[in-house]
């Protein structure tokens, strides 16, 4: 069964950071283009990056540019994002997806507040 | 910059068809996909490559395409059916993109 189990979120400070992870099983990890997409309180879906299979190549949303980061470790099955200079819009909840151009397998979400 | 425009909100009776349309300039080139959230539940893809449904997504889910415009079709609807939609695609750059969804209300 595939699961992706999301966590490291929480509050905090604008101006502060927080990392991510999205543990992934069930499925050949390292095969599996990733995303983050987030949604904030009462909002729509925003796709935030994606990250290829192999790293090579990797996207972001012009709202997180040069802020965010993501990563990933295949021998570790995980996903990352290290999110710096946060603001009060980032607050969403986030969740990773496996796929590019379709996203077929997503976990439950982790949320971050950023917030004084 | 690219961006897909979807109706913020559409009804449908009981058993009757509705269809969810979705509009952008990158439709004319890539395919879209379809997620449906409930309240408090991740997105659920429901069709795939314009028009493919994933295992275990019911038959009267379906999708189609024409120019610059992507529909997520629902035969005969059902009160679990009642959601939130969102289409999705991607941009020449690589860059993904989701409309701003469409909330489904079964009457």
């Known amino acids: 069964e595939v699961q992706l189990v999301e966590s490291g979120g929480g509050l905090v400070k604008p101006g502060g950071s927080l990392r991510l992870s999205c543990a992934a099983s069930?499925?050949?990890?390292?095969?599996?283009?990733m995303n983050w997409v987030r949604q904030a309180p009462g909002k729509g879906l925003e796709w935030v990056s994606t990250?290829?299979?192999?790293?090579?190549?990797?996207y972001y949303a012009d709202s997180v540019k040069g802020r965010f980061t993501i990563s990933r470790d295949n021998a570790k099955n995980s996903l990352y994002l290290q999110m710096n200079s946060l603001r009060a819009e980032d607050t969403a909840v986030y969740y990773c997806?496996?796929?590019?151009?379709?996203?077929?397998?997503w976990g439950q979400g982790t949320l971050v507040t950023v917030s004084s | 910059s690219s961006e897909l425009t979807q109706d913020p909100a559409v009804s449908v009776a009981l058993g009757q068809t509705v269809r969810i349309t979705c509009q952008g300039d990158?439709?004319?080139?890539?395919?879209a996909s379809w997620y449906q959230q409930k309240p408090g539940q991740a997105p659920v893809l429901v069709i795939y490559d314009k028009k493919n449904r994933p295992s275990g997504i019911p038959d009267r889910f379906s999708g189609s395409s024409s120019g610059n415009a992507a529909s997520l079709t629902i035969t005969g609807a059902q009160a679990e059916d009642e959601a939130d939609y969102y289409c999705h695609s991607r941009d020449s750059s690589g860059n993904l993109l989701f409309g701003g969804g469409t909330k489904l209300t079964v009457l």
């Open positions: 990250i290829s299979s192999s790293s090579i190549y990797i």
């Open positions: 069930g499925f050949t990890f390292s095969s599996y283009s």
């Open positions: 997806a496996r796929g590019w151009e379709e996203m077929n397998y």
């Open positions: 990158s439709l004319r080139s890539y395919y």
